[in-house]
């Protein structure tokens, strides 16, 4: 009898143990990884100067990759490797001096937007200015009398229909006084930054308003205070023909209606590996000459929303979860090795699936969806192996 | 067959075996204990990863990385351009080419290193910073810092004038 007990004790330990294990295995069992693609770049891209596109003229799907620092061109190919353009940048750059963002709609339509000062110039694959605007003049051409800087997203697909998107960043008001005391004039700058749209769309092709501004008070959906200090990189994109938005304070993904640039859903994200979502932190006293450095801390350290795309073959929608860590692993294994899952959700975002991946070999801030599945950067440790190829691996989930 | 394996040892014999394996293990200890200063971790680093003896006359290393604030990292390499042909100096580049203009440097035939941070095995180089050597050591080292930045890079411009 006793026999008989201790048995049992033990079979139902086992049960336990299996059904301890089978609750906590991820889904990563069920990605597989396909073929290696690589693209003969002659520099190292940058996952905020990559992307995809598909030329309607012949229905082709191509890849971009930029270097608008170094090597100072736009390089675009075939999924197969082949080099379709090599577009220099000289033309753009005496126009609009630093690049901020990219958008390629075609081969022929490449736009380039500057940093800080609201410039955009139009260049065709051959790297001719096309069109040179001052957006200033549509933008910051109100009796309000309030300026503000434009910058684009850090993920790939900033334009939807005919129009395209930016952050808007509140600088200044002409006709405003600001206060002289540091603290009230953060303070003063912070809550102006709370009250002031984010979002800014412009259509060129709309000669009467060619400007529409949204999201007003877009971090008070995460924040109780305007004496919060926000301050995080832009990260929209247009995919599915929706909007969606998200930030490093917040767990949610912000799905907004590109017509009026209202926020229609709100889609909390959780992981099994992290805390999804810094805490913001009030501007006071004590940490006023260190914002800089705490908001580094939280960029560095938080649990994150990174990219976002839909996959048309499958109908579902996948994000990256960069994970919660130490403030010094990124110095000590580099920020393409930081770790990630990636969470598929279908079309009606639910039915989530959770998928842990080798950040040590993928670097998943550098992904892009192709028509053929989701490629991942695969980089080497080579600088020299770096500045000659760029190179992915396929998965499918 | 004999069942003597050892030979009939004195204790003189014995003690002088003794005596010279405890030297051995001291001095492989002593080896292991030597304090390698920050100094030579930075030259084995250039002769290991980069095939580059550093010579008495290096009396300035510029290491240029991504981390941090990325317009002061973008000052830092602007003084940096300004002093590629000082035959004293040495310039390691970490930071990407696709963050922070490396064409200068690409262009240069002088003392310019490239590599990943994931290959630099110490921590010396987790930002950008200049180091100053005088007679085999570090003299001084200023880490870039966005609060001081124009004051660093006016002591970086003073110091590189007196080499």
Redesign the interface.
Known sequence: MIIKKKSLKVNLSIGLLFFILWSCSSDENNIIKKNSLTFKTG????Y??SGIFIEKSNKTEYLYFA?P????CLKTFKLNGTLIDSVPFANALNFIGEVNGISVISRDTIILNSQITNLLVLINSKGQCIKKIYMDSLVNRNKKGDYFELSSSFLDKKTIGNSILFRAEWRYNHNESEPTDVIENLLFFNKKQYNSPYFCKINFNDKTTPVMFGLSNFYLNFTSSSSDYCNDVPLYTCVNNHLFLHTIYSNELFVINEKNLHIEKKIPITSRYTKIGATSFPINVSNI?KL?VIH?SIQSTSGRLFNFFYNTNNNKYYVFIYHAVAASL??T??Y??LPYSILSMDSSFSDFKEYNIESNTYFGAFSIMTSQGLIINTPS????E??EYTRFTKFEF | MSTHVLPNLNFKYWLSICLYFTFIACSDNAKQNKIITDYELITIYFKEQQKFQVSDSIKTLFVLTDYGCMPCNKNFAEVMVKNLNNPSVLFLILAAGSNIDASEFMKSKNKVFFDVPENVKHHLFENSKVFFFKKNKIDTTIMIDARQIESQIDEINRRLSHL
């Open positions: 520099f190292e891209a940058s905020r100067f270097d620092i170094t090597a100072k000459h800089q580094d990124e110095k294994i580099g393409k090795k440790n080579n600088r020299n770096n500045n």
